[in-house]
């Protein structure tokens, strides 16, 4: 029950908030606040009282699980579930929640209630694809994710908005089809095996079909994933829709719902069709590195910051498509540390990019420069963000980079070495930012006030994170470890058979 | 009985021609009611007088009524005439009657492809009419006055007119 | 003592995290104090674990200190891990004592800037990295340093951020090092593959026991080490930023871009110099590389203007040497010139920045220097005490034993054709050379610019004290001809094995040539830029010399070559395609779909004959499929 | 009671109903366009008509009935449009009346 309620409190917090802003604006913003607590303090107790794992059949181990018929007739249940891979994710969602509600105290004054209700159901629908283990709760989770997340961009991003927003909306909405039409076709496969309908996602385990009906259905999950992570060629929406959001949108969007579709590579794809998965990991692998590679020339390229950092997630993301079909145990703990990570240092640099657009009201780079005599603090942050984000290492990012690398070594050495190439691009990108935003002769123009407390205690608790990553990091891999051998299990007994596979 | 069909049945077409083609609009209306008590002629010869008198009664009588009626409310005098008929240009034939042709042809085609039997011809009294509407389609009946009822409210709220605004 | 061996690298990583946290509002002495002591005590701290290693050295003469456990994943298991031996041991000693006199120079030099604070902050920084590289048991922890000390280098070189020119830069030393540092990375995925761990003494091991002598992979693995050292220590064909970084402060390129940082290759190579004797192929490509490196590198020292570039182009043909010496083996030698590279390239960057910044509008250029022994005696002597000892003038000089025992064990390593060891030989006449050239135009001669300002003490101390080291840094190990003192190599002997045993004689004779020949640049260079003759003045205005001249200043034209093959189709590239090509199929399909729209618009006439037209124009179609059926 | 061939018999309504497609297409004026239509309606009325009469059966005769109001109601109800176009428009030009142009 207690997982239901993780996703019930952003939800009840969100149709509180609404109202509550009637009363004063502030009120709406301690309302989310006091929810994201509620919500941290709710898996903290899940996870630190949970009575030893819960086994499940062909499914391995489990911290806890939540189990109610919803639509009986259709083999629809309520059920979550919550391992070490999704107790990670659903932590950094709360975590990047928090800053959310933060930095918006002074970005948001209009319609504030209306904004954290939209926040906070984009949050609940997070919360919800990380916990849903039944097929149809995930598409449900996914679409809730989605539409408060289309508000936020339309009504309270830039001057581009709407166009964002319904590029964001067809993206993932066509994707989200996709992943419907595959979800049914492996229901009715399985039920013409089985003969029951069910949308469970532990009895669709192991669902045998033909090669190539695997192969198909698996496309259509492995589709309607990349377009949400993004990897090319399907990542175009993402720098029109960070440019337009607002930053709590940004970080939301950067920070946790690109987490989704890696989340579901992981959970859904591999686990489900592990034999047409391993045939795809080169095409798939291939996308990544393009992703890396050419994610990192078109941020160097671009002269909106909020783009910059926007193709830089998708360089990065390139690095989680890579982990994922690499499927061993480093480059999967690479994964999860490069997502956790990346939502870390590109929320920063979200928030970085905020606060600049709010003093300067522009985000071009060619009107910048110099900004560290002006705000020293705000740049050094920035800095120190930038080269998080260009792996360095001892930083967050570096350790999942170099064990999805060492770990793509082992099976495709040739995609490792090109994905370590994109490494320097990502240096080349990073340090422009730095030179064009913070370094270089100032300008009169741009005399404006420094991060204020808020902003740097926000910070300062990401800086933290970001380090603890890179220089203490086993707790997390333990952590995950948990989660990820649920995974492997499921995919032990194919991969056995997979000929010559070196994983 | 064959000869008042077949001369009715040339009446009909012949007027109906002179209809589509007149520019005087009261001319064309009257054609009209000539055509539409041709073809009451030809209910009766195929023996539904009940339908005759009704045809008589409600198409030429009312209904026909309400169109001179509007027409000439229109006031559609001679300036009007002129630009009909200028508006009927030799071009404009062509095309409705290659589509008059075709689907005509295609009915003729029909019919000849079916091979009709003898048609066993009787008189439908107007009783036997009168029985099957009250019987099987009393659900039909209501829905036509309902129907006349719409188009009742409809007309009256179209054409009402409030003091000079429309 | 030696368990406390986690506090030397500590100590300035603390130190520089109180000067970030304190974001530059605490007062300049309290930055110098908190700048300077933790190094300070980081070097008293090795001094105290040196005596002690020498005293009683552990067993194996190495020690391992497990930190914490970083990642354990399966068999990868790298930990935070310190390893000290002879090597580390020596190197860690250099930075730490070097690295004080810097910052203790720094405290004068740097004061009044502006951003005083942050210096410190990354000087500290620096050193912490620097240690932690040094000492890594592991190599993705050197990996952790290594690209630590690269980021200090760039934030360094970047110091003064408000001259784009220096941003340019710093970008250029890190993107090129970084490099570099891909094929290290890629030398750790390999290593860790196929050996199964990254832990240096335990892979050394089981590499000599699994790789046959000259296998592929070894030699693999040793070529993509060998990518990281190049970019770091800045050798051909990666040496080009190393010149480009005298944008930032003098005691950093004293301290990062001579004395330690660009030694780290050096370092990695000696450090695993187990898999280089398994990959002679590659061992020699190191030799080949320093001896052509130290060759181009010094006819491009011979041709600059700015005081420090000389001294850029002097340390990346210094460094020539170490990597030729690593390259025929002779590893004690290229540590041992490593030391003594140190003493006096930090000297010689000491004493210029001790000119430049006594001169008006810090004069850099050497040709409007002139006549300063006299006025600035102590940058005079520090200068000419460091040059001496660059130039390997004889007998006095720590660069004397150094160099003399990397050619001596050339020349036996060399076999039929001693190309190597020739160039080398020739490149230390240059080197005596292009040094005195120097000295002699800046110190001699007439005066051009007006001198402003005086020394402090800490200006002074240092500088004193990198002489004296300069000199005496060489009597650890001598030649057997002049005493035959061997403390050094004993000492090394536990990392690197037995010294080789040169031949008596020849070795001799090759000490008083190679003498000669440095003595002679000396000469020349007494000849050309003293007393210069007017036929030398006109000679070096004929069109072919003034044409190679240029080609020697611009460092032999690498940087071109490397901007039309690389950096423009990169910006090409990036600029063709700023706005995303695979977007505009998105808005291809959005276009065509608003084009299909302009289309079926046109059908709607709003006519209701031309509806009434369609209307009946279908129906007879249908129909006529009825009916046709 | 005839012995007229059914083939003749239904050749009437074909002719009436191309009559009625070809007024409709060709007037401009929507008065006329109207009668056309009537004259369409009235056309699939005596096809009921001579269906019923094939058959013997009243069915015809009420489907014509059925036709009937539906032409009083959709003349009523399309003569009160044509009165408000022409307030509208001035004009009974069908052509004019394209406000629902894409």
Request: hydrophobic share 60%; aromatic share 12%.
């Amino acid at each position: 029950m207690m997982l239901v309620w993780l996703i019930l409190i952003p939800l009840l917090g969100g149709l509180l908030a609404w109202p509550a802003a009637r009363l004063r604006a502030a009120a709406a913003r301690w309302v989310s606040l006091i929810a994201m607590a509620l919500d941290l303090l709710v898996l903290l107790l899940v996870w630190l009282r949970h009575a030893g794992p819960i086994e499940i059949t062909g499914g391995g181990r489990w911290i806890a699980m939540f189990d109610a018929p919803w639509i009986p007739q259709l083999g629809i249940s309520l059920r979550l579930g919550l391992d070490g891979l999704s107790l990670l994710l659903i932590l950094l969602t709360i975590g990047l929640g928090f800053v959310s509600v933060v930095i918006s105290w002074t970005e948001i004054g209009e319609r504030v209630g209306a904004f954290h209700f939209n926040l906070l159901w984009t949050i609940a629908g997070t919360i919800g694809v990380f916990l849903a283990l039944d097929l149809f709760l995930f598409f449900f989770a996914w679409e809730i994710m989605l539409v408060p997340m289309y508000f936020l961009i339309a009504l309270w991003g830039h001057e581009n908005r709407i166009y964002a927003a319904i590029k964001f909306f067809l993206f993932t909405q066509g994707s989200g089809l996709l992943m419907l039409l595959a979800i049914l076709a492996l229901v009715f496969v399985h039920q013409r095996t089985t003969g029951t309908l069910t949308f469970d996602y532990f009895r669709l385990l192991g669902t045998r079909m033909s090669p190539s009906t695997e192969m198909w259905i698996m496309l259509g999950f492995f589709i309607a994933f990349i377009v949400k992570l993004p990897a090319v060629p399907f990542h175009t929406w993402l720098p029109d829709a960070h440019t337009e959001a607002p930053t709590a949108g940004s970080v939301i969007l950067a920070g946790i719902m690109l987490k989704t579709g890696a989340y579901g590579l992981l959970r859904f794809v591999v686990p489900l069709f592990p034999l047409a998965a391993i045939r795809f990991a080169p095409i798939a692998m291939l996308l990544g590195v393009i992703g890396i590679i050419y994610g990192a020339l078109l941020a160097f390229g671009q002269n909106d910051l909020k783009r910059l950092v926007a193709y830089s997630s998708v360089s990065h993301l390139g690095f989680v498509l890579l982990g994922v079909f690499a499927w061993n145990a480093l480059a999967l703990q690479g994964a999860v540390m490069q997502m956790l990570a990346h939502g870390v240092s590109t929320g920063a640099l979200f928030i970085m990019v905020g606060a600049l657009q709010e003093r300067l009201h522009t985000r071009d780079m060619r009107l910048m420069g110099g900004l560290w005599a002006n705000m020293p603090k705000l740049s050094a942050i920035g800095m120190f963000f930038a080269i998080a984000s260009l792996g360095l290492p001892g930083l967050g990012n570096f350790i999942g980079e170099f064990l999805i690398l060492i770990g793509t070594f082992r099976v495709y050495p040739a995609f490792a070495v090109v994905g370590t190439l994109g490494v320097i691009a990502a240096a080349a990108y990073a340090l422009i930012l730095v030179q064009r935003a913070f370094h270089g002769p100032p300008r009169d123009a741009v005399a404006a006030p420094d991060l204020r407390a808020r902003h740097l205690a926000v910070m300062a608790a990401l800086t933290v994170a970001i380090v603890y990553l890179g220089v203490y990091p086993q707790p997390v891999f333990d952590m995950a470890s948990g989660g990820l051998a649920n995974l492997q299990t499921a995919t032990h007994g194919v991969l056995k058979l997979a000929e010559g596979d070196p994983r | 009985m064959n000869a008042t069909f077949y001369l009715s049945a040339a009446i009909a077409v012949l007027s109906t021609v002179l209809v589509i083609t007149r520019a005087n609009g009261v001319h064309a209306l009257l054609y009209l009611v000539v055509s539409l008590l041709a073809v009451a002629l030809v209910f009766f010869t195929l023996g539904a007088p009940f339908a005759a008198a009704l045809e008589v009664i409600v198409y030429a009588g009312a209904i026909m009524v309400l169109f001179v009626f509007v027409v000439m409310m229109m006031n559609l005098g001679d300036a009007a005439a002129v630009r009909e008929a200028r508006w009927m240009e030799p071009k404009i034939w062509v095309g409705p009657s290659i589509l008059a042709i075709l689907l005509t042809a295609q009915l003729a085609y029909m019919l000849d492809s079916n091979t009709m039997s003898q048609p066993h011809h009787a008189i439908v009294p107007a009783r036997a009419v009168g029985i099957a509407m009250y019987g099987p389609y009393l659900l039909c009946v209501e829905l036509a006055s309902m129907l006349l009822l719409a188009a009742l409210v409809g007309a009256y709220r179209l054409a009402h007119t409030e003091h000079g605004r429309l | 003592m030696i368990h406390d061996l986690w506090l030397v690298p500590a100590f300035p990583l603390l130190g520089a995290a109180i000067l970030m946290i304190s974001a530059g509002r605490l007062p300049s002495r309290a930055v110098a104090l908190v700048g300077v002591v933790p190094v300070a005590v980081s070097a008293i701290v090795s001094a105290i674990i040196g005596i002690g290693f020498m005293a009683a050295p552990p067993s194996g003469h190495a020690f391992t200190e497990i930190l914490w456990r970083w990642i354990a994943i399966g068999g990868f298991r790298p930990a935070v891990g310190l390893y000290l031996d002879p090597l580390s041991l020596v190197m860690m000693l250099v930075v730490t004592i070097v690295g004080f006199l810097i910052l203790l120079y720094s405290t004068e030099f740097m004061a009044g800037d502006e951003g005083y604070s942050r210096f410190f902050a990354y000087m500290n920084l620096f050193v912490s990295a620097m240690l932690v590289l040094l000492l890594a048991s592991n190599l993705l922890f050197l990996y952790v340093g290594w690209e630590g000390v690269g980021l200090c280098s760039y934030l360094l070189i970047g110091f003064w951020y408000q001259d784009a020119a220096n941003g340019l830069a710093a970008r250029k030393a890190f993107i090129v090092t970084r490099i570099g540092d891909t094929g290290l990375m890629i030398g750790l995925f390999v290593l860790f593959t196929h050996l199964g761990t990254l832990d240096i003494q335990p892979l050394l091991h089981r590499a000599a026991s699994v790789w046959p002598h000259g296998s592929a992979i070894a030699s693999l693995a040793t070529a993509l080490l060998l990518i990281g050292a190049l970019g770091k220590s800045a050798q051909i064909p990666l040496q080009t930023w190393l010149p480009d970084a005298m944008a930032g402060p003098t005691p950093v390129s004293a301290l990062i871009h001579a004395a330690t940082m660009v030694t780290a290759g050096v370092y990695l190579i000696a450090r695993m110099h187990g898999l280089y004797m398994l990959a002679p192929a590659i061992q020699m490509t190191v030799a080949a590389i320093g001896a052509a490196t130290l060759f181009v590198a010094a006819f491009a020292a011979l041709n600059q203007h700015d005081i420090k570039r000389i001294l850029a182009y002097s340390t990346v043909s210094q460094i020539g040497y170490m990597f030729l010496a690593l390259g025929v083996g002779a590893w004690t030698a290229a540590i041992f010139h490593f030391m003594a590279h140190a003493f006096f390239k930090a000297l010689l960057f000491l004493a210029a920045g001790a000119i430049t910044m006594r001169l008006e509008h810090h004069e850099h250029d050497i040709f409007r220097m002139g006549g300063l022994a006299k006025k600035l005696p102590v940058a005079f002597w520090s200068f000419l005490i460091g040059s001496a000892s660059l130039a390997a003038l004889p007998l006095v000089t720590a660069g004397f034993y150094s160099k003399e025992m990397i050619l001596s064990e050339t020349w036996a390593h060399g076999g039929a054709v001693p190309i190597l060891w020739a160039a080398g030989l020739v490149t230390a006449f240059v080197t005596a050379l292009y040094i005195f050239r120097a000295v002699f135009i800046v110190f001699f001669g007439e005066a051009k610019t007006p001198i402003v300002g005086r020394y402090g003490i800490r200006i002074v101390l240092p500088l004193a004290v990198l002489s004296v080291l300069a000199v005496i840094g060489g009597f650890v190990e001598t030649p057997n001809g002049l005493g035959g003192v061997t403390i050094f190599s004993r000492f090394m002997g536990s990392v690197f094995g037995p010294a080789p045993l040169a031949a008596g004689a020849t070795e001799t004779a090759l000490l008083v040539f190679a003498s000669l020949v440095s003595l002679s640049g000396v000469g020349l260079a007494w000849l050309l830029y003293m007393r210069p003759a007017p036929r030398f003045a006109a000679w070096t205005q004929t069109p072919s010399v003034v044409a190679w001249r240029a080609f020697f200043l611009s460092g032999w034209g690498f940087d071109v070559v490397y901007d039309r093959l690389v950096v423009r189709p990169f910006l090409y590239v990036v600029r063709i395609n700023r706005h995303d090509a695979i977007d505009d199929v998105y808005t291809g399909i959005a276009e065509a779909s608003r084009g299909l729209h302009r289309l079926l618009k046109l059908t709607q006439t709003g006519r209701i004959r031309w509806y009434a037209g369609w209307l009946a124009a279908g129906s007879i179609l249908t129909i006529a499929v009825a009916v046709i059926r | 009671m005839t012995t007229i061939p059914l083939d003749h018999v239904l050749i009437l309504p074909v002719l009436l109903f191309a009559l009625g497609v070809i007024g409709v297409l060709v007037r401009r004026n929507l008065v006329f366009i109207l009668m056309s239509i009537e004259i369409m309606l009235n056309a699939a009325g005596l096809m009921f008509i001579i269906a019923g009469a094939r058959w013997g059966q009243p069915d015809g005769q009420v489907m014509f009935l059925l036709v009937l109001t539906l032409a009083a109601a959709e003349v009523s109800v399309g003569l009160a449009l044509i009165i408000r176009i022409r307030h509208r428009l001035t004009t009974l030009d069908s052509d004019a009346a394209d406000l629902l142009q894409g």
